[in-house]
């Protein structure tokens, strides 16, 4: 190798070296708390149907009678249609994908939710036989959004997923992740919005 080839392969090694060290940099300050992302749990290629509410806009900031900072707050008012015909049951559930946890905060998981039933009314009371379960604020039921002050803009999916069992055969104190894996599990479809909040 001559002196002029010899020199260009060590100004590429040092340019390598440089660029890698500075993409390693710029990944570990995106990465938090060593996650990538966090998976639905729900089946992929099941159908979608129709959510809305009355009380929030997709894409928009939760209103604050909703929030959970300085008590449990509202649950929205929800309306979902265009679910399949073998639905037995339904769940509702409300994640926030963004808190700083590393794996989200569910603030609302209910389950066996009549297949009659195509709203709930903001404030709910869950028909007979629903349950609701524990939320990872240690409460049952709902529990608004309340980010960090000062922390990114949280996305708040609100998910309604349509069963093919009247039953999930789960107690009200069961843990989310159980909750969730028994939820795709038993999945024919789903509706989802999701709503912001930050302060």
């Known amino acids: 190798m001559n002196r002029i080839s010899r020199r260009l392969a060590v100004l590429l090694a040092v340019v390598l070296v440089v660029v890698g060290a500075a993409a390693g940099a710029s990944a570990a300050t995106v990465l938090h708390f060593g996650f990538k992302e966090i998976r639905s749990g729900l089946p992929s290629g099941i159908r979608y149907f129709k959510l809305t509410s009355t009380d929030l806009r997709s894409g928009k900031p939760i209103p604050a009678p909703f929030w959970g900072c300085d008590d449990a707050g509202l649950s929205p008012q929800l309306s979902w249609r265009g679910a399949p015909a ?10 926030d994908p963004d808190a700083p946890t ?47 002050t000062g922390d990114i803009t949280h996305r708040y999916e609100f998910t309604v997923v349509a069963l093919s069992v009247p039953t999930l055969e789960l107690p009200a104190d069961t843990s989310q992740a159980v909750v969730g894996y028994v939820i795709g599990h038993n999945a024919l479809a789903s509706a989802t919005f999701t709503a912001t909040a930050q302060q």
């Open 86 to 95: 073998g639905t037995r049951s339904f769940a509702v559930t409300l994640f």
């Open 102 to 148: 590393g794996s989200g905060f569910w603030h609302w998981q209910a389950w066996d939710i009549p297949a009659t039933t195509t709203s709930l009314a903001t404030g709910a009371v869950l028909p007979a036989g629903a349950v609701n379960g524990t939320n990872d604020g240690g409460g049952i039921g709902y529990t608004g959004p309340c980010p960090p």
